[in-house]
């Protein structure tokens, strides 16, 4: 019996730590739907969520050297944030099932997932997703109007993402419109508007999400290869480390930009100097071919995210 069939025959998923809260808090009957949700994977959401808390972070540095910072209602945004990230992601990644079952199926990895397994039903996961669909609505429904229609509008991106991987190489650009969108709405839901030091932070984080999910795709390009499925990681290949120089170069450079027009403190540079020896060690440590590696290297990103967000928090007058 191979490891992904012991995997499914126990209920639980070949890509997730077996000692997860999930499995050790909820009903066997439960494991299926947050397998869904991923909830046994938070590394998604952390990254999802970390965007909107860098736009944040940059909307209080605005704030406070105005003086006009409402702390309690800054705690407020970071807290409705995460609840929404880890709702949307846990909806995002149930509809992503849905769209691609049949192709989950033909991967290793992902083949003892609920649906492709079958130990969930298509109506079931549909069910599931508006669930979570809702949770984040009742998040959203908690900002300004103009949070809530640009809160809306992702949900564009939301809905072509799945197909990216079907039409063109480059699946993680549009992972990275739809991950990067809280860099939009943490600045919205302080001021009721954009900046231009917001989107540049939007399209910081886009540049972001490319290098690390192609990390991460270079899990699956074997299988992808075999399947017809197309990204990044098969796109750049040997050329990955080169392409990530550039990604994660142009990530601090947009950073750097955004946070100068947004007159942030030197600590949050310093941020972005430690974040930038972060992505170093990630490009001199990646091999390719190490699946286990690019997972390791992928979840990293989050210790990225936190660094450069506390570095706008520590930027703050009063921190």
């Given at each position: 019996?191979?490891?992904?069939?012991?995997?499914?025959?126990?209920?639980?998923?070949?890509?997730?730590?077996?000692?997860?809260?999930?499995?050790?808090?909820?009903?066997?009957?439960?494991?299926?739907?947050?397998?869904?949700?991923?909830?046994?994977?938070?590394?998604?959401?952390?990254?999802?969520?970390?965007?909107?808390?860098?736009?944040?972070?940059?909307?209080?540095?605005?704030?406070?050297?105005?003086?006009?910072?409402?702390?309690?209602?800054?705690?407020?945004?970071?807290?409705?944030?995460?609840?929404?990230?880890?709702?949307?992601?846990?909806a995002?990644?149930?509809?992503?099932?849905?769209?691609?079952?049949?192709?989950?199926?033909?991967?290793?990895?992902?083949?003892?997932?609920?649906?492709?397994?079958?130990?969930?039903?298509?109506?079931?996961?549909?069910?599931?997703?508006?669930?979570?669909t809702?949770?984040?609505?009742v998040?959203?429904?908690?900002?300004?109007?103009?949070?809530?229609?640009?809160?809306?509008?992702?949900?564009?991106?939301?809905?072509?993402?799945?197909?990216?991987?079907?039409?063109?190489?480059?699946?993680?650009?549009?992972?990275?419109?739809?991950?990067?969108?809280?860099?939009?709405?943490?600045?919205?839901?302080?001021?009721?508007?954009?900046?231009?030091?917001?989107?540049?932070?939007?399209?910081?984080?886009?540049?972001?999400?490319?290098?690390?999910?192609?990390?991460?795709?270079?899990?699956?390009?074997?299988?992808?290869?075999?399947?017809?499925?197309?990204?990044?990681?098969?796109?750049?290949?040997?050329?990955?480390?080169?392409?990530?120089?550039?990604l994660?170069?142009?990530?601090?450079?947009?950073?750097v930009?955004?946070?100068?027009?947004?007159?942030?403190?030197?600590?949050?540079?310093?941020?972005?100097?430690?974040?930038?020896?972060?992505?170093?060690?990630?490009?001199?440590?990646?091999?390719?071919?190490?699946?286990?590696?690019?997972?390791?290297?992928?979840?990293?990103?989050?210790?990225v995210g936190?660094?450069?967000?506390?570095?706008?928090?520590?930027?703050l007058?009063?921190?």
């Amino acid at each position: 019996m191979n490891q992904q069939t012991t995997h499914s025959d126990m209920g639980r998923v070949s890509d997730a730590p077996s000692n997860n809260w999930v499995y050790r808090l909820l009903p066997r009957g439960l494991w299926p739907y947050a397998q869904l949700a991923r909830w046994d994977r938070p590394i998604g959401w952390q990254l999802l969520m970390l965007p909107c808390f860098w736009s944040v972070g940059l909307a209080a540095n605005v704030a406070a050297g105005a003086g006009s910072l409402n702390v309690a209602q800054t705690l407020l945004h970071l807290f409705l944030f995460f609840v929404g990230a880890v709702a949307m992601r846990g909806a995002g990644c149930t509809y992503n099932d849905i769209v691609d079952k049949d192709i989950d199926m033909q991967v290793a990895r992902t083949r003892s997932r609920p649906l492709p397994s079958g130990r969930v039903t298509s109506r079931q996961a549909k069910i599931f997703m508006l669930a979570q669909t809702l949770v984040g609505l009742v998040v959203l429904l908690q900002f300004n109007w103009f949070a809530v229609a640009l809160g809306v509008a992702s949900l564009a991106t939301i809905a072509i993402y799945p197909f990216a991987k079907r039409f063109t190489d480059w699946p993680q650009f549009f992972l990275g419109l739809a991950f990067s969108w809280g860099g939009l709405m943490g600045w919205a839901a302080a001021f009721g508007s954009l900046s231009l030091s917001s989107v540049i932070l939007y399209v910081a984080a886009i540049a972001w999400t490319i290098g690390y999910d192609t990390i991460y795709a270079h899990q699956d390009k074997e299988d992808d290869a075999l399947v017809g499925v197309r990204s990044t990681a098969r796109l750049f290949a040997e050329n990955t480390a080169k392409w990530l120089v550039g990604l994660f170069g142009l990530t601090l450079l947009l950073l750097v930009v955004s946070f100068a027009l947004a007159g942030v403190g030197l600590v949050a540079y310093l941020g972005l100097l430690a974040a930038a020896v972060a992505f170093a060690y990630q490009i001199r440590a990646l091999d390719i071919d190490d699946g286990a590696q690019c997972l390791k290297l992928f979840k990293f990103n989050a210790v990225v995210g936190a660094i450069i967000f506390a570095g706008l928090i520590l930027a703050l007058p009063f921190a």
